[in-house]
């Protein structure tokens, strides 16, 4: 791939090989996570202090409607998952289509693409809610389609057209000797891209599909909007549940800030080391 | 049209013109092949040779005249290219092989894949052929591991293994430190004394002159003259091929 040629050596001026300005890579250590907790501990007691004597604290509030909230928690990484699932399989269609050699096929699945890209994902979710019957009838079959169902094509709309556009820019960043070398084989297209292009690309798809998966998830709180009991919903029900106190507000929703935080980040971080690798290894 | 024999000439070239949008690279290009020839193609970079070399099997479509190959129209819309591939072998300036495969993958997937043939088989001769171009205990490597030099052999092996009945080279030493380049010439060498059909666009004038049967001399979209190796390298007549000469040897 790449000229094995040894730097000339040489007393003349040599022009050097331009080298990005060096960035500190940030990332959170261990003693970040003591800092954040000894503020939350330094602030409750205080917060506490000044509820009336029968209340709950609100380290015992959190402790006592956990179960619930994290039910919720799981509802959203439910929801993020499998919209995650089917707006992968069929932007995988749709970014196959775009490079399709039929050039009808070509421009529809572009312009469907942009057209989801480009709409806010809140829209496209009460797109999903508002226009997908709740139950489908084939014969005598009824399938219902629970809100959480509709939520899910909601987020995997938006997913569909990003997965798509990841797929085509992949597809398009392999050089073009690629297909040079295997049309010169006599491989068809379907066989140039499933067995030779398709593969190479998987690496370059991996780290921005992460990324956009844990943009989904934090997307999934929009749900709330909309009446599916996730997370956000279920805080705002155990808000009023204990009397809509004010000292609640902020750690109620700091904790649901917290769960997002402490799922997504590692993903994030993740992310950042494969886009390293890769970029060292090709 | 009557069917091919090795008698007629195997590649055919008659008045082709290709336009890339509007500058024309080939101007009116004709010349023949027979079986079993090496011909070499020099000339100065932009002059058209890499496009040449790829219209011969339809990697580039060219604008009108006729290619034949084997007595087939290569510039017939209507041609089975694929047909026409198999029996084409292309090796490339940067050999572009496949880097999620080893050296012996590489050279397997086509027969396997495109010609549909028996897996051991496959593997026997893509053995043969790694030790032919002399790279035994290579075949497990994948290509990132491998130097210029011995790429550019496994790439001219994975050609070889679709059994094809003419060699193109377009440039292939181009890319290679000078101390490797030799061992892929000592590969090519090998082929054409095997009798395989070459076409070959080179800058190793050394080489031309040992391996071509003939020499083909391109400026500007044209072949501005051929002849033996003797004849261009030695007695160039025309003013240009004199001035190219002179520059690169």
């Not at chain 2, 020839?37 to 479509?61: F, H, M, Q």
């Not at chain 2, 060699?167 to 030493?173: A, K, P, Q, R």
């Not at chain 2, 050394?206 to 083909?216: K, L, T, V």
Request: glycine letters at 6%; hydrophobic letters at 50%.
């Amino acid at each position: 791939m790449r000229k094995e040629r040894a730097a000339p050596v040489t007393d003349l001026p040599v022009l050097l090989p331009v080298r990005s300005p060096c960035v500190p890579v940030l990332s959170l250590r261990a003693w970040h996570g003591l800092v954040l907790a000894a503020a939350v501990l330094m602030f409750a007691p205080a917060a506490g202090a000044q509820a009336g004597s029968e209340e709950l604290s609100i380290i015992g509030v959190i402790i006592k409607w956990m179960p619930l909230l994290l039910t919720g928690f799981g509802f959203n990484l439910l929801i993020s998952v499998l919209a995650m699932a089917l707006g992968t399989i069929v932007g995988l269609g749709l970014g196959l289509l775009q490079l399709s050699e039929f050039r009808w096929l070509s421009r529809c699945a572009w312009a469907l693409t942009q057209f989801f890209r480009n709409a806010p994902w809140l829209v496209l979710l009460f797109f999903a809610m508002y226009l997908i019957p709740y139950e489908f009838r084939i014969g005598e079959v009824t399938i219902p389609f629970p809100d959480w169902v509709k939520a899910v094509i909601g987020f995997a709309l938006p997913v569909m057209a990003n997965v798509a556009e990841i797929v085509r820019g992949a597809v398009q960043s392999i050089s073009s000797g690629q297909w040079e070398a295997a049309d010169s084989l006599a491989f068809t297209r379907r066989q140039t891209l499933w067995m030779i292009i398709l593969p190479q690309c998987v690496k370059r798809m991996l780290p921005p599909w992460m990324n956009l998966y844990s943009l989904v998830t934090m997307a999934t709180v929009l749900a709330s909007v909309v009446g599916i009991n996730e997370m956000l919903t279920l805080t705002a029900q155990v808000h009023n549940a204990e009397g809509g106190r004010t000292d609640l507000l902020a750690p109620l929703y700091a904790f649901a800030l917290l769960c997002f935080f402490i799922y997504c980040y590692p993903i994030n971080l993740w992310t950042v080391r494969l886009e390293r690798r890769f970029n060292v290894k090709s | 049209m009557a069917a091919w024999t090795p008698d007629q000439p195997m590649v055919r070239l008659r008045d082709v013109h290709k336009s890339f949008g509007q500058s024309e690279v080939l101007k009116g290009i004709s010349f023949e092949v027979m079986k079993g020839e090496v011909i070499c193609i020099i000339g100065p970079s932009g002059s058209g040779k890499s496009t040449l070399i790829r219209s011969i099997n339809a990697l580039v479509p060219i604008n009108s005249g006729s290619i034949t190959v084997e007595g087939q129209e290569v510039n017939d819309p209507a041609v089975d290219k694929l047909a026409l591939r198999r029996k084409v072998g292309m090796v490339f300036q940067q050999y572009n092989l496949f880097p999620h495969r080893t050296a012996l993958q590489n050279i397997m997937m086509a027969p396997i894949h495109v010609l549909k043939q028996d897996r051991s088989e496959v593997e026997a001769r893509a053995r043969a052929l790694i030790r032919k171009v002399r790279l035994e205990g290579k075949e497990d490597t994948y290509p990132g591991e491998l130097s210029g030099g011995q790429q550019q052999r496994v790439a001219i092996a994975r050609s070889l293994a679709m059994r094809p009945d003419l060699m193109l080279f377009d440039e292939v030493t181009a890319a290679l430190d000078p101390e490797t380049v030799k061992e892929v010439l000592v590969t090519i060498r090998e082929l054409a004394r095997e009798g395989m059909t070459c076409i070959l666009v080179t800058h190793e004038m050394g080489f031309a002159r040992e391996i071509a049967n003939r020499i083909y001399f391109t400026d500007q979209g044209v072949i501005v003259e051929h002849g033996s190796p003797q004849e261009i390298l030695d007695h160039p007549r025309e003013a240009r091929t004199k001035a190219f000469l002179e520059q690169v040897l």
